[in-house]
Structures are given as C-alpha cells and as structure tokens.
C-alpha cells in the first residue's frame, strides 16, 4: 500500500497536527493510499527573514531525509514556502511535493491570471520569490493580504468566522479590481475557509496543501519522480551530523 509522509513545517502536539491532517478531508484520494503528518524537530517561530527561511529549510530536510528508508513512498511538505524541497530532491528517489510552485502552476491550467490571497503582509517574500523563480511575475495579477497575523498551531481558531469573511472581501477585491482568474490561498494554514471562499467566489479557488496529496498520487500512479539533472544527489551528505544537530 503506498505511503506518503507529510512533513508538519512547526514542532506540534497531535491534536493541532490533527488540524493539519483535516485537509485529507476536502479532497478525494485513491484507496489503499495513506497520509502520515509528522512535525519537523525545530523550526522557526514564523517565515519573515533569511534566516527564518534557513531554518526552516534545514528542519524539514532533517525531518524528511529518513523517508525512503522507512518506507515512504512519496513526501509532501506542508507550506507554500516549500521549504525543504530542494534539499530532500537532493537526498530521495521518490517524489517530493511542495504546494508553492505546484499551486501557481496548477493555477495556469485553469486560468491565465491569479491572485495569491494571504493573513498578513510578512509572507509576501515566500510568493515574490517563487514568481521570480518560475518567471510567473507577469500572470500574478495581485498578492494581497488581510493583515491578521496566522498561528500556525491553532490556524483560524475561534475567529474563524470573521478571517473567512475578511479573506472573501479580500479575495473579491483581486477578482474585480485586479483582475485575477484564479484565487491562491497564500498558506496552507488557511485551509479551513477553503469550502467558505469556493463556494462564495466566482473563480476556481486553489487549496495548496489537498492539492500536493493529489500531485504525489499522480506522481506515484505515473511512476515519475524529480529529475537528477535538476536535482543532483550528494555524494557524501553528512546524515548522522545532521540528524544530531537536532537531538
């Protein structure tokens, strides 16, 4: 039976990885197929500067880099930030999915212009970057934000009601003034007003984390994984010094 781990971006209890795990629920996934969530070991407090982005970098690689040998047969990592990725390509055979790029990629297939919809004005850095990456700058038509601060443990916890009312009016305003096709949640975090917002708006709305479950079935059912052209393996990756500077 295939099994995929999902790497959790922030060290967490079970019942607010349980939050995390909810979003198997909004998609439709082959049977036989399973998601394990695990939290990586450290992390940053949040994702707003270099080195919070090196930290985070360094977190899920060491969280990921035991999963093909347990098992695992593909790895998704759970933040638009994808963080991580490169260096697990790096280190696995088996596919490694990241929401950032595969969101804005799968957003092209369905819409030539999108707008990526965030709590808060911080993480605008994680978006621009991925953009400039995949020379998408021209098809973003907006990145916006509602500027409330996201917890990463509780997601939208007792004001949920209120942030998916201030994230639609948000999201209307990329719609109408900016000209967006297509509406990116700008978190993973954010999944809870996903049903609210596809619902309301009238432009298909891209849940990241639900669509990297999909991507690693597709991967697995068409026998595909990351290039080593692209992702050259180490020829000596210090696994042991790794695994200990987090013990």
């Known amino acids: ?28 996934l082959e049977r036989g197929i399973s998601f394990i969530f695990e939290s990586v070991r450290v992390a940053p407090k949040h994702y707003v500067s270099a080195g919070d982005m090196t930290l985070a970098d360094f977190g899920v690689m060491q969280a990921g880099l035991s999963a093909q040998e347990r098992g695992f047969d ?22 490694v999915i990241g929401p950032g790029r595969a969101s804005m990629l799968t957003a092209l297939m369905f ?16 978006y621009t970057k991925t953009l400039r990456d995949l020379r998408l700058s021209d098809h973003c038509a907006s990145i916006r934000w509602i500027d409330h601060q996201p917890d ?3 997601l939208l916890g007792e004001k949920k009601e209120e942030v998916i009312a201030a994230l639609e009016a948000t999201a209307r305003r990329c719609i109408e003034e900016d000209g967006a096709q297509a509406i990116l949640l700008g978190s993973t975090t954010m999944h809870e007003a996903h049903a609210a917002l596809a619902a309301a708006l009238p432009v298909p709305v891209i849940n990241p984390g639900p669509l990297t479950y999909k991507l690693a079935e597709a991967a697995l059912g068409l026998g595909l994984s990351h290039s080593r052209a ?3 393996a180490s020829p000596d990756l210090p696994v042991d010094l790794i695994n200990g500077m987090t013990t």
């Open 1 to 28: 039976m295939p099994k995929v781990l999902v790497i959790v971006p922030f060290p967490m209890s079970e019942e607010n990885r349980s939050l995390r795990r909810a979003q198997l629920s909004s998609v439709t």
């Open 74 to 95: 593909a790895v998704c990592i759970d933040t638009m930030s994808d963080s991580g990725v490169a260096a697990l390509r790096s280190a696995l055979d088996i596919p």
């Open 111 to 126: 819409a030539d212009r999108f707008s990526i919809l965030a709590m808060w004005p911080h993480w605008t850095h994680l």
């Open 152 to 154: 990463n443990q509780g």
């Open 230 to 232: 692209a992702y050259p």
